[in-house]
């Protein structure tokens, strides 16, 4: 069975060395998990694969200063064969309706770059990036609807395994 998720989310992204402003969409969530069934001579058994999560379905980014722009599909897995987290992309120069650039891999590991000149290389190997801290205003300075303000119920509850508690606390 699948969990659907609808994250109807756009953010921006500033450069502050160029003064550029990135708008950009996000993908679905799914919570994804496979039922094999077994059925023996006097009985029938369900057993229940390990839960994941996947991103899938359309987003963009968009330059409004200088007119680049970035088609991304985010593919779920297929329910017979395939592989979880692949991504394509199309990246257009201003006014153009050919992509200069195409980007295909897993979004959680090696992408990599075709060009129309013909060169073909890594895009990105998301798996050597390192880990940035995020940078978050402690809960007191935060409004009552910022996200972590907002969620704390929910997130002490699920670290301590409550999910009776946690599920209470979204209400």
Same mark, same amino acid.
């Not at 017979?80 to 257009?92: N, S, V």
């Not at 897993?106 to 998301?126: H, L, P, R």
């Not at 907002?150 to 209400?171: P, S």
């Given at each position: ?17 160029? +003064? ?10 799914? =919570? ?15 057993? /229940? ?5 996947? /991103?899938? =379905? ?8 200088? =007119? ?13 064969? =395939? ?59 935060? +409004? +009552? ?12 509850? /699920?670290?301590?395994?409550?999910? +009776? ?7």
């Amino acid at each position: 069975f699948k969990i659907y998720f609808y994250f109807p989310l756009i953010g921006c992204v500033t450069c502050l060395d160029y +003064d550029e402003h990135y708008i950009l969409t996000f993908p679905n969530g799914y =919570g994804r998990q496979v039922i094999n069934i077994f059925i023996y001579i006097y009985n029938c058994r369900s057993i /229940l694969t390990v839960p994941w999560i996947e /991103l899938g =379905g359309e987003c963009s980014i968009n330059c409004s200063k200088t =007119g680049y722009n970035a088609s991304i599909v985010f593919h779920t897995k297929p329910f017979y064969g =395939g592989k979880k987290h692949r991504i394509t992309a199309e990246i257009f120069s201003p006014n153009d309706k050919k992509p200069f650039c195409s980007i295909e891999g897993e979004w959680n590991g090696v992408m990599y770059a075709k060009y129309t000149t013909g060169e073909n290389a890594v895009f990105i190997d998301t798996k050597k990036m390192p880990t940035i801290k995020k940078k978050v205003r402690k809960l007191e300075d935060q +409004d +009552d609807f910022e996200s972590r303000c907002l969620w704390k119920d929910v997130t002490y509850n /699920l670290k301590i395994r409550d999910i +009776d508690a946690a599920t209470a606390a979204k209400h």
